[in-house]
DNA sequence: GCCAATTAGTCGCAATTGCAACTATCTTAA
DNA sequence: TTAAGATAGTTGCAATTGCGACTAATTGGC
């Protein structure tokens, strides 16, 4: 008699868990700044980056539709948080970046996220958390989570 | 200047492997069995449990919302996959167990299920997937994930 | 140089799902 | 006993988001 405890089976686990962090942090980003989950991760993925990137790069390696980048973009646009510069070698793609008032933001919200991260990992030694940050690597790996956003980082692709 | 790194950042990663590892299962109860994924919990939990449980003990202990619940039994009585019978006690709630039918499918999905996550940890040895399971664990207390199943395990409540 | 195939980005549509209101039922307290 | 509040389950509505078709632009094979 085959017999599967939902609670052991790590499928149901990390869905469970990864909408909880979610909620935990989107009192952070949702209802103090107004931002979404895609918008948040265009801010992100511009924040980290030096130089202004496409909305397909974004898409690529936060492996988030885009069309959902898309609409994420339109709205930060139109709320002067990013904007975009057309490419002269390919007028198809923009360059975003993020705006003087979208940086302000952003560096008023990763503070917090970070703090909120650190929140919900202290629960783990220091030990642990470099363990598991290794495992969750070694899992991510074995999916082809990273290629695709080292392919996604690769000069001139995407 | 605050800066945080998107693909070192738990909370993202957690979202974007919960998601891959999901679609990855989804190939096997979604295309095999037309099975969605509220589909797929509330059979889990009947399947697991030996009496029969409510409705509501299925949202509760799944963490999801009862409305999602009550749609997921409504299909899965109509494939004839589960059937409820009333409560004699509480006119309110009904008895869900799986039908004769739902239990063969049971059987046949689970043990593709549990090869599938075996192959996705498969990529850690095995003290590390012990370790990891039991960091899942410590996170999962501190959020009082754990705390709200067996809320929902005590006689009488929910 | 030209046509087919590819790619960036947008948008309409549909599926999913959370929220909140609703009904029916039960519980508690005066 | 009765009225107020709580609870199980259902359903309409709206928000989110993935899919796929579409336009515009680019690239590559011939």
Known sequence: MARLDLFKFVPFRLNRLAAEVSTALSSEYQQR???DIPEWRVLATLGF?????SA????HCT???K?????AVTALMARQLVERVENKDDRREFALRMTRKGRA???????RLLRKE???????????????ARMLGKIEDSLDLVQA?????KAGEY
């Open 118 to 132: 650190w929140e919900i990992m202290s629960c783990l030694t220091a030990t642990e958390r470099k363990d598991f």
């Open 33 to 35: 700044y107004g931002l």
């Open 67 to 71: 069309s959902t980048i898309s609409r």
């Open 149 to 153: 956003s080292q392919d996604a980082g």
């Open 56 to 59: 397909q790069y974004i898409a």
């Open 105 to 111: 933001l952003y560096q008023r919200l990763i503070p």
């Open 63 to 65: 492996r988030t539709h």
């Open 49 to 53: 980056r030096a130089e202004a990137c």
